[in-house]
């Protein structure tokens, strides 16, 4: 996976900065329907660079905020690499582990002609004929249930290196692919690029997003991956969207990345994050009718490009972000099943529902050729918890590799799992979530739970 620089303009910038971000995110709904268009839980990819580096590095000092407060959440997987006669491929892998897992992807695609105006992340398809082959190689590997689509980082907010003829051309990729995306998977969400609250105004944001045919996409997306509050970028996005009803455009909503908003926002590049922290965590449960989701988009701890490569992971760039942010929410069941999605076929209860005091666990198995990621739900009964553990028989050959919101004792066998202490207490009928990554086979692996 490539990736991606991303420069800001604040207002008091006359020049447009260059923007990017890598990789694609996802998000967990945390109890309570959700005020979007979208519930259910989003995908955690196994196989991300900084769930990687945490199994690589178990004794690291900073291995146990890292894994807590970033690896454990759903994050976007980035589609920036070039390769047509890969695309469908790599598409439908994805999609397919997220759907084996019962969660819904987030995937970012950046390929478009000329990105990022030739600044640090720099390529994409080497011209608009080449990258509508792409698009559609790559939407054949949609598959038909829910994903969402972050389309284009900056393709619409940059424009400063186009001229008027190439700024049509892009305008009409942009909608030709968002149709051609729909088209093959009418469940996917796709969204358009929108920058932020200090670059473009709303109703120049607004002219940019009908220009490239956002009456074919579900809506906009901003803040990927700047540093601007929240509470700016929704305001931000009520003002387009307003901007858009005006011109008859009505339904469209928001997404905003949460990434790495919750602390300062000042500089343009992001690479020493000492005034940063991680924002809102991953949900669709936003509480807002405007907006379907908060998402991290730009992976935490993936460089913009200026003291480190563009998309390399730095773990003292992810520490940054982590030490000091608040700890993720205790999740509580989903009260509707994810739409487009048929009934689980992982691993279902291994208990029956609580009907007394102590705990139920549960396990769902997302496995691959040689390893396998395990979600796992802790549920108390009719007494609140001040702390459990889950023991867990896991098949032969199989052993624990990494952990993340809860600490493992063993690796093979019946490994017992203990809560951190953000997630000991969980109220009556609550539920909490850990999960962890091991070689072998994790199908068929049983759960029991008890109250410590």
């Not at 009505?250 to 300062?264: E, H, L, P």
């Not at 490009?305 to 509580?332: K, W």
């Not at 209860?349 to 005091?357: A, C, I, M, Q, V």
Request: glycine content about 10%; hydrophobic content about 35%.
């Amino acid at each position: 996976m490539a990736i991606l620089s991303r420069r800001r303009r604040s207002v008091a910038v006359s020049v447009a900065a260059v923007a990017s971000a890598t990789a694609a995110a996802v998000c967990f709904a945390v109890g309570g329907a959700s005020a979007g268009t979208i519930s259910g839980p989003l995908y955690r990819d196994p196989s991300s660079a900084v769930v990687r580096w945490v199994a690589a590095n178990p004794g690291d000092s900073r291995a146990a905020a890292i894994r807590d407060k970033i690896a454990s959440q759903p994050q976007a997987r980035w589609f920036a690499n070039f390769n047509p006669s890969t695309a469908q491929a790599e598409a439908a892998a994805f999609i397919g582990a997220a759907n084996a897992a019962q969660q819904i992807p987030v995937m970012a695609v950046y390929q478009i002609t000329n990105r990022d105006c030739g600044g640090a992340s720099a390529g994409g398809a080497p011209d608009l004929n080449q990258y509508q082959t792409w698009v559609s190689n790559f939407s054949r590997g949609l598959g038909n249930r829910t994903v969402i689509i972050i389309l284009e980082t900056d393709s619409l907010a940059l424009l400063t290196c186009l001229n008027s003829n190439e700024i049509n051309a892009r305008n009409q990729a942009i909608s030709t692919a968002t149709r051609t995306m729909k088209s093959a998977n009418p469940n996917a969400k796709v969204y358009l690029d929108a920058g932020h609250s200090t670059w473009n105004s709303a109703n120049e944001t607004a002219n940019r997003l009908r220009a490239a045919g956002v009456q074919y996409a579900d809506g906009f997306f901003t803040n990927v991956s700047n540093y601007n509050p929240t509470s700016g970028e929704a305001n931000f996005g009520r003002n387009v969207i307003s901007a858009l009803n005006g011109m008859g455009l009505s339904g469209k909503r928001q997404v905003i990345d949460t990434s790495r908003n919750g602390g300062a926002s000042g500089d343009w590049c992001g690479d020493d994050n000492t005034d940063r922290r991680i924002g809102q965590y991953p949900t669709t449960n936003t509480g807002d009718n405007n907006i379907d989701a908060y998402l991290w988009v730009k992976p935490p701890g993936e460089a913009d490009g200026c003291r480190y490569t563009a998309g390399s992971f730095q773990p003292d760039l992810a520490f940054s972000l982590a030490n000091g942010a608040p700890n993720p929410p205790t999740t509580t069941p989903p009260t509707t099943a994810p739409p487009t999605t048929p009934p689980p076929t992982t691993a279902p209860p291994t208990t029956p529902p609580p009907t007394g005091n102590g705990c139920t666990a549960s396990v769902a198995v997302n496995q691959w050729n040689g390893g396998f990621t395990a979600s796992v739900t802790v549920t108390a009964g009719d007494t609140a918890l001040n702390g459990w553990n889950v023991s867990i028989a896991l098949p032969g050959g199989a052993a624990v590799t990494s952990t993340w919101s809860a600490q493992a004792s063993g690796t093979s066998g019946t490994v017992r799992f203990t809560n951190v202490s953000y997630n000991g207490q969980v109220g009556a009928r609550q539920s909490t979530s850990f999960g962890f990554q091991g070689n072998g086979t994790g199908q068929g692996s049983t759960a029991t739970c008890a109250a410590s």
